[in-house]
């Protein structure tokens, strides 16, 4: 039995706003490179969009890490499931990730990433669910900030299924 999706977010504005955070992040490191790093799995349709949107040089990296299981709820349990390949010493570092909700997995990484002693370190979503927000985290571009809500799509997954839908939806739940 498939579930019902709702549309919260369609592919025209998604587009539409990835273009214009990728102009404002291009003005934002003119004369630098920019080293993005993808957090796996969610945060890589967004990486792909907003990497072709961005008009400086670009490198891109990937990490894993878990806080979830198959559950929507977090198990507030969080391990590095694939670090990344290269240094960030010296580097200019935005952190891409889908969606930010209790903040733990981004205040745990960015922490861990400092420590690595970047140039620079920011972070970029493509939603926000601050509602939800247990740890603190500085977020310097942010897409959509939605209400507390589960969403699928554009990288966001329920139990691994619907990340490939062009929109943001919401499972219907009856
Ligand atoms: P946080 O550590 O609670 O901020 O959770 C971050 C991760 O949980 C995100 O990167 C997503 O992978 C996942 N997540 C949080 N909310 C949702 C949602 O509404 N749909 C799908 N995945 C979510
Ligand atoms: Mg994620």
């Not at 490191?29 to 792909?48: A, D, P, R, S």
């Not at 920011?122 to 500085?138: A, F, H, S």
């Not at 699928?152 to 919401?170: E, F, H, S, T, W």
């Amino acid at each position: 039995m498939s579930d019902k999706i709702s549309v919260l977010i369609d592919e025209e504005t998604i587009d539409k706003k990835i273009r214009q955070m990728g102009e404002i992040i291009s003005k934002e490191y003119e004369n630098k490179n920019l080293h993005m790093i993808c957090v796996l799995k969610g945060g890589t349709f967004f990486m792909c969009e907003l990497a072709k949107r961005i008009t400086v040089p670009v490198s891109l990296d990937f990490m894993a890490v878990s806080s979830y299981g198959m559950d929507t709820e977090s198990s507030g349990r969080i391990k590095i499931i694939k670090d990344l390949d290269e240094e960030i010493e010296g580097r200019d570092v935005l952190v891409v990730e889908d969606i930010i909700d209790s903040g733990r997995t981004l205040s745990y990484l960015l922490k861990l990433l400092r420590e690595r002693k970047p140039a620079s370190l920011k972070l970029c979503t493509l939603l926000d669910k601050p509602d939800r927000r247990v740890c603190e985290v500085e977020v310097n571009h942010t897409g959509f900030v939605i209400p507390d809500a589960f969403v699928v799509g554009y990288g966001l997954d329920c139990a691994q299924k619907y990340r490939n839908l062009p929109y943001i939806g919401v499972i219907e739940t009856n």
